[in-house]
C-alpha cells in the first residue's frame, strides 16, 4: 500500500514527490486529528494541541520551539523554525484546532470516526479546518527534518475557538502582531469541476467583519386565555420578516472589483454579465441579480440572517420574553455600530433591545502584495499550470480578521483543491479529497520557502 501511494504522489505532482513534507505522515495527522471531538465543551483541543506537538518533536522540534498555551477548556500552539536575520519579521501560519458541533444522528458516518471511502477521508473537519492544519504541521515537520533555516523566522500558529469566541484568535493576533505577513490556512483554496480537473485558484485577502446581534423583546405576560397586543412572539416574528426582506446597499472594493473582473468569463451567462458589470459600474440591477446566489450575495454587499430563536415560558401562558440571534457578514470597512443602527431602523421596534455579542472586530482588505502574488502563483503553476489565481474576499470570517485589524497583511492559501458539490464545512457528511495531499504539501512549502528566504 506505501509503495502504491508513493507512486501515486509521483504522477499527480512529480515537484511534491520532492518536497520535504511527507503524504503519508499528513494524511495520518489528518485522520488522527478528526477523531478528536474539538466541539466547544468537549475539552479536547488540549489534547490535539499535545498531538502535534508529538509530531514536531518527532521531527526535531526542541521543546523551546514548541509553546501550548491553555485557556479554559480550549488552548493555543505556536512552533517556531527559527530564521537566521533577527532584523526581518517573522512569517506566520495559521489555523484553527477547533470544529463545530455535529450530530452523529444526523450523519451518513459518525463525525468523529474519520474513514476514506471512493477517494475521500470523511469527518467533521476534513474541511475546516484540519485538513491543511495537517498540511502545514506536516510541511513544519519535514522542512525541521531537513534542517532547513529560512532567513526570516517562521512560526506556526494554531488557535482553539474560532469557530465561537475566538478568544485563542485574538490572544495570538495580539502576542503576534508584529509579523511581516501571515498565512491562512483556513482561506482561499482551489476549485475543480465535476469532472476533477483544476479550473482556478482563490487566493483570499479580505473577508467580511463577523458580528452577531441579539435582540430582545418583553412584554409582562399573563394567562394565555387573553391575549394582548404586545406578545413577544409576534413583535420578533414581524422583525424577523422585515430582516429577511432587507437589503444593504451594494457595495465594492478594490479586492471585490479584481475577482469579479477575473471570474466573469469563466463563469459565464447572465451571472458573468452581471460580475462584469458590476465590477466596472456599480449597478444596483446586476448587485441584486448576483444577490440571488448564495455564493456571490456575499461578495456585494453586507448580510444578516436570523440564525437562532427562543421565546416563552409555559405553554399556557402569554410569553414574557422573546429574543432572536442575528448573525451579520459586514462588508470591509463598515462599522458594526453602522449596521446595527440601520438593523433598528429595519426591525421598526422602539421597544426591542437590540445588543452586539462577544465585541467583533472589523478589519479592511489587506493589499495585493506583489511578493505574495508571485509567491502564490508559482506555487499554483507548478501544481497546476494555466490556471488563473484570483484575488477573493471571503464571505465569512477566520482567524485572519483578528490579525488584519491589527495592521498584519494576511492571505488565505489553502493547499485544497475540491469540487463545488463537495464542499460540506459546517454540514453533513463534510468530506476532503485525499489525492491533493502531495501537491498540497508541495503548495505549502513552495509558498513558505518564497516568502521567507
Given at each position: 500500500m506505501l509503495r502504491r501511494w508513493v507512486v501515486l504522489a509521483a504522477l499527480l505532482l512529480p515537484q511534491a514527490a520532492q518536497a520535504a513534507g511527507d503524504p503519508l505522515l499528513a494524511k495520518a495527522v489528518l485522520m488522527k486529528s478528526i477523531a478528536f471531538r474539538t466541539v466547544e465543551g468537549e475539552g479536547q483541543v488540549p489534547a490535539l494541541a499535545a498531538y502535534y506537538a508529538s509530531i514536531l518533536k518527532e521531527a526535531g522540534f526542541a521543546d523551546a520551539e514548541i509553546e501550548i498555551t491553555p485557556m479554559g477548556e480550549t488552548a493555543m500552539l505556536a512552533a517556531t523554525i527559527q530564521g537566521s536575520d533577527p532584523r526581518l519579521k517573522p512569517l506566520l501560519m495559521i489555523g484553527h484546532m477547533?470544529?463545530?458541533?455535529?450530530?452523529?444522528?444526523?450523519?451518513?458516518?459518525?463525525?468523529f470516526a474519520p474513514v476514506e471511502e471512493k477517494g475521500y477521508i470523511f469527518g467533521r473537519g476534513a474541511e475546516d479546518n484540519k485538513y491543511d492544519v495537517a498540511m502545514m504541521v506536516a510541511t513544519m515537520a519535514?522542512?525541521?527534518?531537513?534542517?532547513?533555516?529560512?532567513?526570516?523566522t517562521v512560526t506556526l500558529l494554531l488557535s482553539g475557538d474560532e469557530e465561537t469566541h475566538m478568544v485563542t484568535s485574538r490572544i495570538l493576533a495580539a502576542k503576534y502582531k508584529d509579523a511581516?505577513?501571515?498565512?491562512?490556512?483556513?482561506?482561499?483554496?482551489?476549485?475543480?469541476?465535476?469532472?476533477?480537473?483544476?479550473?482556478l485558484y482563490q487566493l483570499q485577502a479580505g473577508e467580511k467583519t463577523y458580528a452577531d446581534f441579539e435582540i430582545g423583546f418583553t412584554d409582562p405576560g399573563g394567562h394565555s386565555s387573553a391575549p394582548t397586543p404586545g406578545n413577544p412572539i409576534y413583535r420578533m416574528a414581524r422583525a424577523?420578516?422585515?430582516?429577511?426582506?432587507?437589503?444593504?446597499?451594494?457595495?465594492?472594493?478594490?479586492?471585490?472589483?479584481?475577482?469579479?473582473?477575473l471570474s466573469a468569463d469563466r463563469?459565464?451567462?447572465?451571472?458573468?454579465?452581471?460580475?462584469?458589470?458590476?465590477?466596472?459600474?456599480?449597478?444596483?440591477?446586476?448587485?441584486?441579480?448576483?444577490?440571488?446566489?448564495?455564493?456571490?450575495?456575499?461578495?456585494?454587499?453586507?448580510?444578516?440572517?436570523?440564525?437562532?430563536?427562543?421565546?416563552?415560558?409555559?405553554?399556557?401562558?402569554?410569553?414574557?420574553?422573546?429574543?432572536?440571534?442575528?448573525?451579520?457578514r459586514i462588508f470591509p470597512g463598515v462599522a458594526i455600530e453602522t449596521v446595527k443602527a440601520e438593523l433598528e431602523r429595519v426591525v421598526a421596534d422602539s421597544s426591542a433591545a437590540m445588543t452586539v455579542l462577544d465585541d467583533p472586530a472589523g478589519s479592511d482588505a489587506s493589499p495585493l502584495r506583489a511578493d505574495v502574488m508571485r509567491a502564490v502563483t508559482a506555487a499554483i503553476s507548478a501544481r497546476h499550470p494555466g490556471i488563473p489565481v484570483?484575488?477573493?474576499?471571503?464571505?465569512?470570517?477566520?482567524?485572519?480578521?483578528?490579525?488584519?485589524?491589527?495592521?498584519?497583511?494576511?492571505?488565505?492559501?489553502?493547499?485544497?483543491?475540491?469540487?463545488?458539490?463537495?464542499?460540506?464545512?459546517?454540514?453533513?457528511?463534510?468530506?476532503?479529497?485525499?489525492?491533493?495531499?502531495?501537491?498540497a504539501l508541495g503548495q505549502w512549502e513552495s509558498i513558505v520557502k518564497a516568502l521567507a528566504g
Open positions: 477547533d470544529v463545530v458541533a455535529a450530530n452523529a444522528a444526523d450523519w451518513k458516518r459518525d463525525p519535514g522542512l525541521k527534518r531537513a534542517g532547513w533555516q529560512p532567513r526570516r511581516e505577513l501571515l498565512l491562512n490556512g483556513d482561506g482561499g483554496g482551489g476549485l475543480l469541476n465535476e469532472e476533477g480537473r483544476p479550473v424577523i420578516d422585515r430582516i429577511a426582506a432587507y437589503r444593504f446597499a451594494p457595495m465594492r472594493n478594490e479586492l471585490t472589483k479584481a475577482s469579479l473582473l463563469i459565464g451567462g447572465e451571472v458573468g454579465v452581471a460580475m462584469r458589470s458590476y465590477a466596472k459600474n456599480g449597478d444596483a440591477r446586476s448587485a441584486d441579480l448576483l444577490s440571488e446566489y448564495p455564493e456571490f450575495i456575499g461578495q456585494v454587499r453586507t448580510t444578516c440572517v436570523a440564525t437562532m430563536a427562543q421565546a416563552g415560558h409555559a405553554l399556557n401562558a402569554l410569553p414574557q420574553s422573546a429574543r432572536v440571534s442575528v448573525n451579520c484570483i484575488p477573493t474576499m471571503s464571505a465569512g470570517a477566520t482567524d485572519s480578521l483578528h490579525f488584519r485589524a491589527l495592521g498584519v497583511p494576511c492571505y488565505g492559501v489553502s493547499g485544497l483543491f475540491q469540487r463545488g458539490e463537495d464542499g460540506f464545512a459546517h454540514g453533513l457528511d463534510e468530506r476532503v479529497p485525499v489525492a491533493g495531499i502531495p501537491a
